[in-house]
């Protein structure tokens, strides 16, 4: 439920009113929009009579919310999610790009891509230290040695740094990580999701391979009922009956997506396409749908990759690209 205050209410009205709301045993999500503040109820309303509250004398009406996500409803929250991070914002007018290989495989290496991508434009470096493969013989990823190195690539160039989480048993080790990845193969991780929202780190959450939109944001408000609101939403492809590319980009998420929730969504054309070439005709489609980034794989030599090599840009491409995305941000009024 929502309720919409008149504007200008006394202050120790709205007082009164949120103690009430508490003694129902409810949480509250407060918007202060530029004429009106919105209060939402978090909990199980449905016992509560609406005249209840529409019959105060601040209230000006109150609306139940026929979704299942509260907290990361459009509704209780009208204005965009915008999240500090670093220099850059994300869901503001600052289009982001997080770049980086699909896995930390050396100090050379990341240094090196860190250093390219952000000479390019890349405002977060991306890296996996932690790696979900489908096969146990393939290389895992370096753990806490690769969020080591991470940092050392975040000390030489100052990118903010992106790195995927697996077990809340490794929270620790992502104490200096500035955006905590949940991959798509955890986004239904409840336990995990539950420890990332006493965390305060802002979460980059993955669309699960077969999950509706509907689980997606019932997942980022899993995170959100633990009091993290900071969640970006990425759209990475989903699996469907076609084979000739690694997942199908389900570009369609971008709009409904923002007008369901108001968290920024960015989309992740590399795990979508599976193939370098067609990462750059669907970060053009991203854009032009109203995405608030991109996360691009890039690797110093994709052939010799330890994990998704053939997605992956080299530093060269990556520049082409992003020159292109450049021009298309700005023409879309936004900065980069
Ligand atoms: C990744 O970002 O490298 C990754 C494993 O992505 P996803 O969870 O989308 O497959
Ligand atoms: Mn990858």
């Known amino acids: ?200 780190k802002p979460i980059l959450l993955k669309r699960g391979l077969a999950n509706t939109m509907e689980e997606f944001l019932m997942s980022a408000e899993y995170i959100m009922a633990g009091g993290n609101q900071n969640i970006i939403l990425c759209e990475r492809g989903i699996r469907t009956f076609e084979t000739k590319t690694r997942n199908t980009l389900d570009i369609s998420a971008v709009p409904m997506l923002k007008k369901l929730s108001h968290l920024p969504v960015f989309i992740d054309p590399s795990h979508a396409a599976g193939i370098s070439w067609m990462v750059e005709p669907l970060a053009k489609a991203a854009i032009a749908i109203g995405a608030d980034g991109l996360m691009i794989e890039v690797h110093n030599n994709p052939a010799k990759a330890l994990c998704d090599g053939a997605q992956s840009l080299n530093p060269t491409q990556f520049d082409e690209l992003m020159k292109d995305i450049r021009r298309r941000v700005e023409f879309e009024g936004k900065t980069i």
Do not use: W
Not at 16 to 25: C, K, P, S, T
């Open 1 to 200: 439920m929502i309720l919409i205050l008149k504007s200008n209410p006394e202050k120790n009205k709205v007082d009164d009113l949120l103690n009430r709301i508490d003694e129902l045993g409810l949480k509250t999500h407060i918007s202060e929009g530029m004429s009106h503040t919105i209060i939402g109820l978090i909990g199980d309303t449905s016992r509560i009579h609406i005249d209840m509250f529409e019959s105060l004398e601040i209230v000006e009406t109150a609306q139940r919310v026929s979704e299942s996500f509260k907290a990361a409803n459009r509704k209780l929250h009208p204005e965009d999610t915008v999240i500090d991070i670093g220099a850059t914002s994300v869901g503001s007018n600052v289009f982001n790009v997080v770049a980086g290989p699909c896995s930390v495989e050396s100090e050379e290496q990341i240094i090196e891509v860190a250093k390219a991508v952000k000479a390019s434009g890349a405002s977060m470096l991306r890296g996996g230290a932690f790696k979900p493969r489908t096969s146990p013989y393939a290389f895992q990823g370096l753990h806490g040695e690769g969020i080591r190195l991470l940092l050392e690539a975040k000390k030489e160039t100052g990118l903010p740094i992106v790195t995927e989480i697996m077990s809340a048993s490794d929270l620790d080790l992502f104490a200096d990580v500035d955006v905590i990845q949940v991959g798509a193969r955890n986004m239904q991780n409840f336990e995990l999701l539950k420890e990332l929202g006493h965390c305060d």
